[in-house]
């Protein structure tokens, strides 16, 4: 089972969607068996509010589930409604960032395109640290604690189990200078470092590799349990997206496959960044 409240409470909703659909009934007509709202029901299959173990009961005995999937079904509800590490940060973590940190948490692969900035997980703090004030307008103490989170998620890189990571990186976000030269110096020298990780793959995407399949960052996380189906993430300046469906995954996948394409080998990657870094280092 997977290990985050996030993910524990994405695998709960999963299953009683999957029980009602296999009852062939609606939201409103589970809710007005039971005496609920349609929206309720709605609530609790798509994760956006608290799920009480009384809760489990009652959909339990109205869809005749075993008493072992009833258990099972309490025993996340009661996990979901724990906090994870980064939601003591308060301000530093957005609420819409909370689920996907849950997520990324306990996915077994991670596949991520940056076009405009170089990946978080591969950030020094200073760089982090530039980019929170340019851009979240947050008072000092909140800075600090947003780069602080974004280090601790780089853990996930190096605990056992690590998720197969693979990168494609814009030529250009290597180019941005963000902060100064010596920042970014620091910058280049961190991602040397973290692809020689065993878990972890780069390509850069150089200018003169034609036009780009996609317009803008993502992420896709893949997930160790195939209950768990994969899914898509896009963020913007105050909220993100999730994509979970067939259509979408793929389509990103195939956009995915195009950038691995058409960037640099993992291998001429590196001696472009290292090509890059010489020239911050003059």
């Not at 692969?109 to 980019?131: I, K, V």
Request: hydrophobic share 35%; net charge neutral; charged share 25%.
């Amino acid at each position: 089972m997977a290990g985050s409240p996030t993910a524990r409470r994405r695998r709960l909703s999963i299953e009683l969607k999957k029980l009602r659909e296999k009852s062939a009934l609606t939201c409103a007509q589970v809710g007005e068996a039971l005496d609920w709202s349609g929206s309720k029901v709605n609530r609790m299959e798509t994760g956006s509010g608290r799920i009480q173990p009384s809760d489990i009961d009652a959909l339990c005995r109205f869809y005749g589930t075993s008493d072992e999937l009833r258990e099972f079904l309490k025993s996340l509800a009661r996990q979901a409604k724990t906090r994870g590490w980064w939601q003591v940060h308060g301000a530093g973590v957005p609420e819409w960032f909370n689920i996907y940190i849950g997520l990324e948490q306990d996915a077994s692969t991670f596949r991520q395109y940056q076009c405009e900035l170089l990946p978080g997980l591969m950030q020094t703090p200073a760089y982090a640290s530039e980019l929170h004030k340019t851009g979240a307008h947050l008072p000092a103490e909140d800075i600090e604690r947003a780069v602080r989170v974004r280090m601790e998620r780089q853990a996930m890189l190096t605990r056992p189990g690590a998720p197969d990571a693979w990168f494609v990186v814009s030529e250009g976000a290597l180019r941005k200078v963000v902060g100064d030269r010596p920042l970014m110096r620091e910058q280049l020298e961190r991602i040397l470092e973290s692809v020689e990780l065993p878990s972890v793959t780069l390509q850069v995407l150089p200018f003169d590799s034609g036009t780009c399949p996609v317009t803008g960052s993502f992420t896709m996380l893949g997930f160790p349990d195939q209950e768990d189906p994969d899914i898509v993430y896009r963020d913007g300046i105050t909220d993100a997206v999730y994509l979970e469906g067939a259509h979408h995954v793929r389509e990103y996948t195939r956009a995915f496959d195009g950038l691995r394409a058409a960037a640099l080998s993992p291998q001429r990657s590196i001696r472009l960044i290292e090509s890059a870094l010489k020239e911050y280092a003059t």
